[in-house]
C-alpha cells in the first residue's frame, strides 16, 4: 500500500490515541505537551558558503511551508537545486491559534530552519532582494547573484502591523493587546485571557487578503469558551469586527458558524476595518468601509488584531507579479503567465483560492509534477482545483472542517458531515495534523488528502476529487 495510505493512517491512529489522553486538560494554565517528532534528515543542512554568483537549475525563494515541501520533492536533484531562506527558525504557524489560547506550547510550532531542509541541496541563508526574470536571476543582500533554469516562488506573505496607526506601539507596551500572527506575540494572547475580568473583548479582520483566514475566529471562540469557564462571560462583550460582508466566504460553513455566533451572543459588526488604536486611552478606532470609511471608536479590555497583509514588497518591485501585488500564476497549472520557466505557490500567489498551509501542501503536488513535465519539455497540465482547507475550531473540544475549491464546493474528506461541530475533527487538528506537518508534509510525502480520500476514510458522499480543468 502506498505511504499516502498506510503510513498517514498508522499516524492518525496513533494520534487520536494521543489526543484522548490530553482532552480533558484543565485551562487555566497552558497545556504542556510533548514537543511533535521533528522532520529531520540524517544530515542536517548546513547553510552554503558564500559564492559571487551561482547557477543552478532550480531556485526555491522561500523556506516556508511550501518551499520545504518542494525542497523535498527535489532533493534528488541535489546541489543543482538550492532554496533562499535567511531565517535559522522554520514555525508551522497553523498551530498558533492552541498556542495563543493556552493550549499548546510555542516549542511546539518551531524548529531550526536545518532540520526541516533536505540536506543533499544548498541552502543559500540570505535574503532575496531583487527578480530580474528576464535574465533568469536574482540578486540577493549581500550582493550576490543566482542564477537559475527554473525559478519556483515561495515567499509567503507580508505582515503589515505599521500600516494600523499605533499598533506596533500597543502590541509592545499595553499587555491587553495581543496577535497569533506573530512568533513576537503570539505568547502574549493566553496571558491577556487570564488578565481579563470582564469589558469589551475585540477581536478584528482586515481589509486585505490574509493567511489563515479562519483564525481570527478561532481565537475568539476559543476566547469566549474560557471566559465562561472562568465566570466572567457575564460582564464580557465578545465582539468580532471584521472588514468582510460574511462571516465566511463558503455558505456551507458561514451557515454552521453563524449557528455558533448566535448561540454564543458573540456580537459581529461587518464592513469594519482597524485602522488605529491608542493603548493609552484602550481605544480601537476603525473605519466603517460601507458608510464612507466613517470613523467609530471602540473601547476595549482585551483586543486581538489581525494585521492587514500583503505581497511581499520585493516582489512589489518585479515583473513577476499581477497589479495586486500577487505573484502571477495560472490557477491550474501553477506556471507563471509570462515566464514558462517560473512557478509559485503559497500566500505569495495570484491563485484565486485562500491562504492555508492545507492549500500550499495541494499545491506542491501539483508544481512538482508541473515543474518536473516541463523540465523534460512537455506541457504543465490544468491539475489544481483550488483545494484549501480550515480547521475551523470552536470550542477546545469541538472544530468544523472546512474543505473546499475554486467554486467554494465542500471538498470533504470524510463521509460524515464536516460543517457539523466535532470532537473527532478537533482531534484532526490538535493532534494529527501538527505530526503530519513536521512527520510527512516536509517530507513531501503528504501532498494533501484528494490520495487518502478514498483509502483512508472513505469518499465525500461519492463526489470526485478530479474534476476535468481547463489551463
Known amino acids: 500500500m502506498a505511504w499516502n495510505t498506510f503510513h498517514i493512517t498508522k499516524l492518525v491512529a496513533s494520534c487520536l490515541a494521543r489526543h484522548q489522553q490530553t482532552v480533558f486538560l484543565r485551562l487555566r494554565s497552558p497545556t504542556i505537551v510533548p514537543p511533535a517528532l521533528a522532520c529531520s534528515y540524517s544530515n542536517e543542512a548546513v547553510p552554503r558558503?558564500?559564492?559571487?554568483?551561482?547557477?543552478?537549475?532550480?531556485?526555491?525563494?522561500?523556506?516556508?511551508?511550501?518551499?520545504?515541501a518542494v525542497a523535498s520533492k527535489l532533493s534528488s536533484l541535489g546541489k543543482s537545486c538550492a532554496v533562499v531562506e535567511p531565517s535559522d527558525l522554520h514555525y508551522n504557524q497553523s498551530i498558533w491559534t492552541l498556542v495563543g489560547a493556552g493550549l499548546k506550547g510555542f516549542q511546539s510550532s518551531v524548529r531550526p530552519t536545518r532540520e526541516v531542509l533536505p540536506s543533499s541541496i544548498d541552502w543559500i541563508q540570505d535574503k532575496a532582494v531583487t527578480f530580474d526574470p528576464d535574465k533568469n536571476s536574482l540578486e540577493l543582500s549581500s550582493g550576490d547573484k543566482i542564477l537559475y533554469d527554473y525559478l519556483v516562488v515561495a515567499m509567503g506573505i507580508q505582515l503589515d502591523y505599521d500600516k494600523v496607526d499605533g499598533l506596533l506601539d500597543a502590541l509592545d507596551n499595553d499587555p491587553a493587546v495581543a496577535s497569533n500572527y506573530s512568533p513576537r506575540w503570539v505568547n502574549k494572547t493566553f496571558?491577556?485571557?487570564?488578565?481579563?475580568?470582564?469589558?469589551?473583548?475585540?477581536?478584528?479582520?482586515?481589509?486585505?487578503?490574509?493567511?489563515?483566514?479562519?483564525?481570527?475566529?478561532?481565537?475568539?471562540?476559543?476566547?469566549?469558551?474560557?471566559?465562561?469557564?472562568?465566570?466572567?462571560?457575564?460582564n464580557s462583550n465578545v465582539i468580532f469586527n471584521t472588514a468582510m460582508g460574511v462571516i465566511f466566504g463558503v455558505k456551507k460553513y458561514a451557515d454552521a458558524l453563524q449557528k455558533v455566533i448566535?448561540?454564543?451572543?458573540?456580537?459581529?459588526?461587518?464592513?469594519?476595518?482597524?485602522?488605529?488604536?491608542?493603548?493609552?486611552?484602550?481605544?480601537?478606532?476603525?473605519a466603517k468601509l460601507d458608510?464612507?470609511?466613517?470613523?467609530?471608536?471602540?473601547?476595549?479590555?482585551?483586543?486581538?488584531?489581525?494585521?492587514?497583509?500583503?505581497?511581499?514588497?520585493?516582489?512589489?518591485?518585479?515583473?513577476?507579479?499581477?497589479r495586486?501585488?500577487?505573484?502571477?500564476?495560472?490557477?491550474?497549472?501553477?506556471?507563471?503567465?509570462?515566464?514558462?520557466?517560473?512557478?509559485?505557490?503559497?500566500?505569495c500567489t495570484s491563485l484565486p483560492t485562500s491562504k492555508t498551509a492545507a492549500a500550499a501542501t495541494a499545491q506542491c503536488g501539483v508544481l512538482h509534477q508541473n515543474l518536473t513535465a516541463v523540465m523534460q519539455g512537455k506541457?504543465?497540465?490544468?491539475?489544481?482545483?483550488?483545494?484549501?482547507?480550515?480547521?475551523?475550531?470552536?470550542?477546545?473540544?469541538?472544530?468544523?472542517?472546512?474543505?473546499?475549491?475554486y467554486n467554494s464546493h465542500p471538498l470533504e474528506i470524510m463521509s460524515v458531515d464536516q460543517g457539523l461541530e466535532r470532537k473527532l475533527t478537533y482531534g484532526m487538528k490538535a493532534s494529527i495534523m501538527p505530526e503530519i506537518y513536521w512527520q510527512a508534509m516536509k517530507k513531501s510525502k503528504w501532498i494533501g488528502p484528494a490520495s487518502a480520500r478514498k483509502n483512508l476514510i472513505g469518499p465525500y458522499h461519492g463526489k470526485s476529487r478530479s474534476p476535468k480543468l481547463k489551463a
Open 324 to 347: 495586486g501585488g500577487w505573484v502571477d500564476l495560472s490557477k491550474h497549472t501553477l506556471q507563471h503567465t509570462k515566464y514558462s520557466n517560473v512557478f509559485g505557490l503559497g500566500d
Open 49 to 68: 558558503a558564500r559564492q559571487t554568483n551561482s547557477k543552478y537549475k532550480v531556485v526555491i525563494v522561500g523556506g516556508g511551508t511550501g518551499g520545504c
Open 191 to 234: 496571558p491577556a485571557m487570564q488578565e481579563f475580568r470582564g469589558g469589551n473583548a475585540i477581536f478584528t479582520y482586515p481589509n486585505t487578503p490574509i493567511k489563515c483566514a479562519g483564525a481570527p475566529q478561532k481565537i475568539m471562540y476559543l476566547t469566549e469558551e474560557f471566559l465562561r469557564m472562568n465566570g466572567v462571560r457575564e
Open 379 to 405: 506541457e504543465a497540465a490544468p491539475l489544481y482545483d483550488g483545494y484549501a482547507s480550515y480547521p475551523l475550531i470552536t470550542s477546545r473540544e469541538k472544530c468544523i472542517l472546512a474543505e473546499f475549491d
Open 291 to 322: 458608510k464612507d470609511n466613517e470613523l467609530v471608536p471602540f473601547e476595549y479590555d482585551f483586543l486581538h488584531v489581525t494585521p492587514p497583509m500583503s505581497s511581499p514588497d520585493v516582489l512589489k518591485k518585479s515583473s513577476l507579479v499581477n
Open 262 to 286: 448566535q448561540s454564543r451572543s458573540i456580537q459581529v459588526n461587518y464592513k469594519h476595518n482597524l485602522v488605529a488604536v491608542y493603548h493609552k486611552k484602550k481605544t480601537a478606532i476603525f
